[in-house]
């Protein structure tokens, strides 16, 4: 048996499976963009789903790949398990060989003893192959036992199990099909190896490979005309078993990302040993956070987003436990990323994103940490005062709301003190924003999936690149949710044409507008959409006349709406180009929206732009438009584009074959200097330099032909809509001009207002505030001087109460500043003594109580003073013992309360 680092095991099993004439597919993102099923892909086949259902085509018929995986939940998954058990994991490598329709068991079983037999050097001898037995339904796999005798395997090592173990579906319908495991026997002694260790949960038997054989159709389970291969090998796992380990914390993969874990601790090998599962959970965490966050996925309190926020904060409070005082996480995935970039260049790509938003994230979690846990300590203390067992759900929920503990780490905590947490009562709680998230989710048209599902119509044709009018013929009309043969005037109706030139909103960019006109009836299209793959449906009202299935109609686009939408689409592609030259390359598209009056551009970052930065983007980008550079684009492949360096957008699906626009920089936009060099601007190429490099980008939407038809760009503002996503809005052409000319006329007003010319404007903007500014001193000063003035006959009114000097006072101030300022001089001026002042402020009864160091030695207590004094007016309150302040509700009652300040006073010296 070799023993191989984990990039060798990726690395010929790729380059095995390519030698047998597969295509190496790279890895697709973790976020899945078109299954609403799955939060991550977590398994190789994921990104394959629509190929075997038939939905796609591929321009091969075998692939193999490295895919990355993420499994928050299930059997062997929950994020509890990580760290004690020794071979799961949050985040995994999942390699895989697929078939569609090409090979089926034969090929697969005897390359799958070729490449652990040969390739990887396995012990024969330690390697047992399961399949399945058969039922009722399904016959046995003889077949699959029988290619893996003739290949090489001992009779007595190939196993029968049932549908639990060796039979797999992927839901009610779709392909399914009896599946083949690979187990290893990794014990020290072969003697006492047998069957009874295969598929069960002695770590001595490890399961290596599945081959899964889809044969049947699961609605029928008839067979399929041509079955498929999916298969799937975990690296971590086989890592471990080439290497001679028994865990995968004990690979290379993990052990570099455990060793900095120990470093930044600055512990050692004895205190990794007494607390292995902390720093287990520690380094596969920040292998998932680095992985999530380089895909596109921050910390939030919704879906993936708070998928991230759970692990990251699971592995900030498992450091905790082992000593960690401050922020350390960043160090460690910056390990991750140097032992997985070359791999995965995403990862060095985003490297100062992913450090600094999961660095931010700890240090705002473990700002609230301490709160949290004292929460709930005292939540605990009273579970077990009533003599319960379990933390009320309620309050289970107000420690995530408030302070950030996700679920699980609060039920964490809890068992570690012997008590459970009713996740009922906190489901309960948490009912009403779980039902707001789910409808923020909904599409606008999100119920029009089902008119359109299964109606076998042809996909349309789109034609909007080339063309904004020609004649279609009508294929299906809709209104009121039924499917018609005509409509007449004043029906809202959604149409389907064979062809169309409407560009179906997609990718941010808003659907198009306009019309279908026949002699005998027109339509005024309002939306265009694409409820149904491959179906692009027409929104609108019959606005004369009738329209009836197979007219043929003439489908006209708004075109002058359509250029500013095409406007804004381009300017959002040089926005994007120039935000990751001047901001850096981790200023990734998290969202747009592409209008015809406005664009709207989301990306990550995680600080504002800063003012010389924003006007650097926009003065590169309108440098660009000047250049009246080329827009064209092509068909190409998906790799091809990416090794052509397109910009490919996180979560969103790409098949082999993608369009890759390209935006070149164009003629001498640009100014230089007197030696011919870019002028620059703090190490940065100047503003009029524009751009380091074309912007290419995968993107189906509309374009301009030349930069300079977008005439103009304008950045109208730059903010935070969220965690570490900032968004841009701008305007183009005649949005652009429309604006400027609104700045310029609310400037001539301004200057007609000021009496000034526009251009001194600013001058006497400055010279009016400066007046202003003085005007204020003098009148804060005489209210000093009044307030001085009303103190001063205050101290007429102080009483003795067994020798103790108090001020008990109604006055009137603006604010609790200058209730506390009057206070502060008052007391000062006592020497020794107790001061209550109340004051309505607002409308609300609002009391001050004050007590000299003296007096507090005696025993006086301006916090219990303040007290009792705010039960009268309806309040509560309370203090420190030399101040305290209090509201109340009923202002009525101020002075009654100022009145009896005497007698509690006198009050506290007896007590």
Not at 611 to 634: F, H, M, T, Y
Not at 776 to 803: F, I, N, T, W
Request: with cysteine.
């Amino acid at each position: 048996m070799q023993k191989l680092t984990a990039a060798e095991i990726r690395e010929r099993y790729l380059k095995f499976f390519e030698r047998h004439g597969h295509a190496i597919v790279p890895s697709s993102s973790l976020v899945v963009a078109d299954d609403p099923t799955l939060l991550f892909a977590n398994s190789g086949m994921v990104q394959f789903k629509d190929t075997f259902l038939g939905l796609e085509k591929r321009p091969y018929s075998r692939a193999t790949t490295a895919q990355k995986c993420l499994r928050v939940s299930g059997k062997h998954n929950d994020l509890e398990e990580v760290g004690p058990s020794p071979r799961h994991q949050t985040f995994f490598e999942m390699l895989g060989n697929f078939s569609f329709g090409d090979y089926f068991k034969a090929e697969a079983i005897a390359m799958a003893w070729e490449l652990l037999t040969k390739e990887f050097a396995l012990p024969v001898e330690r390697l047992w192959f399961t399949v399945f037995e058969g039922d009722a339904e399904v016959p046995a796999d003889d077949e699959a036992a029988r290619l893996w005798v003739e290949n090489g395997a001992d009779p007595s090592r190939v196993l029968r199990f049932g549908r639990k173990d060796n039979f797999w579906v992927m839901g009610d319908t779709g392909p399914c099909g009896p599946c083949s495991e690979i187990t290893m026997y990794i014990g020290d002694d072969l003697a006492k190896m047998g069957p009874e260790g295969v598929n069960s949960d002695d770590p001595d038997y490890v399961e290596i490979w599945n081959n899964v054989f889809m044969q049947y159709e699961r609605a029928t389970m008839q067979p399929l005309p041509r079955p498929s291969v999916d298969t799937g090998m975990g690296l971590e796992r086989m890592a471990m078993v080439l290497q001679g380990v028994h865990s995968n914390y004990e690979t290379d993969l993990f052990v570099r990302i455990i060793n900095s874990v120990i470093a930044a601790l600055g512990s050692d090998e004895a205190h990794y040993r007494a607390h292995f599962a902390k720093y287990r959970a520690i380094a596969d965490h920040a292998r998932a956070v680095a992985f999530l966050i380089a895909d596109g996925v921050l910390p939030g309190n919704a879906g993936r987003s708070y998928v991230l926020r759970r692990i990251l904060r699971r592995a900030a409070y498992q450091g905790r436990q082992i000593g960690f005082e401050r922020p350390f996480l960043a160090e460690v995935i910056d390990t991750v990323i140097a032992a997985m970039g070359d791999a995965y260049p995403d990862l060095r790509a985003r490297r100062q994103f992913i450090l600094e938003s999961a660095y931010a994230e700890e240090r705002q979690f473990l700002r609230t940490l301490a709160g949290g846990i004292t929460r709930l300590s005292g939540v605990i203390g009273q579970v077990r005062a009533a003599g319960g067992s379990a933390i009320p759900g309620a309050d289970a929920f107000v420690l995530k709301d408030t302070f950030g503990f996700p679920l699980d780490l609060t039920q964490k905590v809890a068992a570690e003190q012997g008590l459970t947490v009713d996740e009922a009562g906190y489901e309960r709680a948490m009912a009403e924003q779980r039902e707001r998230s789910r409808a923020a989710a909904k599409f606008a048209r999100g119920g029009d999936v089902e008119i359109w599902a299964d109606r076998g119509l042809p996909a349309t044709l789109f034609t909007g690149y080339a063309d904004l009018a020609h004649d279609a013929t009508i294929l299906a009309i809709v209104a009121n949710g039924d499917e018609v043969a005509s409509a007449g005037a004043g029906t809202q109706v959604q149409v389907v044409l064979d062809r169309t030139p409407f560009y179906a909103e997609s990718g941010g960019q808003v659907g198009d507008t306009g019309t279908l006109g026949h002699a005998a009836g027109t339509v005024r299209v309002d939306d265009t959409q694409r409820p149904a793959p491959g179906l692009t449906v027409h929104y609108g009202t019959v606005t004369s006349g009738a329209i009836e299935l197979g007219q043929t109609v003439s489908a006209a686009v708004d075109s002058a709406r359509r250029g500013d939408i095409q406007r804004n689409h381009t300017a959002t592609h040089l926005l994007h180009r120039a935000l990751r030259d001047v901001v850096g390359e981790h200023a990734a598209q998290a969202g747009s929206l592409v209008a015809p009056e406005r664009l709207r551009f989301d990306f990550t970052n995680n600080r504002a732009v800063e003012p010389a930065q924003l006007r650097e983007i926009e003065a590169r980008v309108n440098a660009w438009v000047r250049a009246d550079g080329k827009v064209s684009w092509e068909e190409t492949s998906y790799q091809e584009a990416l090794d052509h360096g397109a910009i490919a957008l996180f979560g969103e699906k790409y098949g082999d074959r993608v369009r890759m626009v390209t935006i070149e920089r164009g003629g001498d936009g640009s100014q230089q200097t007197s030696d011919g060099a870019q002028p620059e601007v703090g190490g940065q190429p100047s503003a009029t330099s524009f751009a380091s490099r074309d912007s290419r980008e995968l993107c189906g939407g509309t374009h301009v032909a030349s930069t300079g038809q977008i005439g103009y760009v304008r950045v109208v503002s730059e903010g935070s809509v969220g965690s570490g996503i900032r968004r841009i809005e701008a305007l183009t052409g005649r949005g652009a001009e429309q604006w400027v000319e609104q700045q310029a006329q609310m400037l001539r007003d301004l200057a007609i207002r000021l009496g000034v010319a526009p251009a001194l404007v600013a001058d006497r903007v400055e010279q009016l505030l400066a007046e202003g500014r003085q005007r204020q001193q003098e009148l804060d000063a005489l209210r000093g001087k009044l307030a001085r003035s009303s103190v001063e006959g205050l101290l007429a009114q102080v009483h003795r109460e067994d020798g103790v000097a108090v001020l008990a006072a109604a006055v009137e101030v603006e604010d609790v500043a200058r209730l506390r300022e009057m206070g502060d001089w008052l007391r000062d001026k006592l020497g020794s003594g107790v001061v209550v002042l109340g004051a309505v402020i607002a409308e609300k009864p609002m009391l001050l109580t004050m007590v000299t160091p003296d007096l507090v030695a005696k025993g006086y207590h301006a916090g219990n003073l303040v007290k009792s004094l705010a039960a009268m007016v309806g309040g509560g309150g309370g203090g420190r013992p030399e101040m305290a302040q209090a509201g109340g509700k009923d202002a009525t009652k101020l002075p009654e309360a100022i009145a009896q300040a005497p007698a509690l006073v006198a009050g506290q010296k007896k007590s």
